[in-house]
């Protein structure tokens, strides 16, 4: 991979996508921005605005819209593209609607010489990410979704909030499907090094384990209320597809919640979930195992076989 130009492709300019690109400006993560969507003429406005706002961005991007022979030299491919999440709609319904957009992407991308890595955000993001997979014939590692990075930042301002830590100083996660079965392993929640379930069976301390299971449930049903409320979400998943193609073009060997393929970890095999998973320029070097308790691996083959269920449905 090349790391002399940080060369990134955004596929669909929507309100998701153009969050990204615009998180990407204000950060400077990458040299050179290519914007692709099926209306050519928005892709082409988008980057003019974008191009307006350089001035004042302390970064020397080159933003352009362009065509998919452009992906050829690409560091990272951003597939935002497919059909809006509608009120009250599941992630896991907007499947078999989101697949063919997928076939018209996938192939003119892989056709062009591209050599990098995929990073896919369009929910279903677990089950489109392994569309993604198959339909590429690229290796896993290459391959990764946005999965459960969002639920864990949203899980670690919401313990900040309740526990007054920064959430920085949080270190818990969210895995499973970046949807309704998706779960909190508690056992591995922690605030520096100190795990959170013994500040709870601390008698003196006003931490309740009711709390939080509410706050993992209010990180669950985040997504729902927001778009009841505005019709849709883009700022969070934008920054946090931000900070995954950073962990890439940086060689970070950062750890992310990733959505990955699972190959034996946590007795799961042929499934792309939320894991924590450390990313570098390589994609997914590797899933970083946790020490779960059996009852947090019964909650990951539930979600698991959730996730086999909808793309076996589709086969």
Known sequence: MKTDRRKVVLIGTGMVGMSYAYSM????????????DLDRRRAEGEAMDLNHGLAFSGS????YAGAYADCRDADVVAICAGVAQK????????????KEVFRSIVGPVTESGFNGIFLVATNPVDVMTRVTYELSGFNARRVLGTGTALDTA?????????????????HAYVMGEHG?????????AMIATRPIRDIVEETENPVQMEELDRISEEVRGAAYRI????????????????????AILGDENSVLTVSALLCGEYGQNGVFAGAPCIINQDGVQRVLKLTLSEEELQKLDQSCGILREHYQGLE
């Open 60 to 63: 020397h991007m080159r933003i």
């Open 180 to 188: 309704d079965s998706e779960f909190v392993p508690w056992s591995q």
């Open 227 to 246: 778009i009841e409320a505005k019709h849709a979400t883009y700022y969070g998943i934008g920054m946090a597809m931000t900070r995954i193609t950073k």
């Open 154 to 170: 949203r899980l670690r301002y919401l313990l900040g909030e309740y526990l007054h830590v920064d959430p920085r100083n949080i």
């Open 87 to 98: 009120p009250g709609e599941t992630r896991l319904n907007l499947l078999k609607r989101n």
């Open 25 to 36: 400006l204000n950060q400077n993560t990458c040299d050179e921005l290519v914007l692709i």
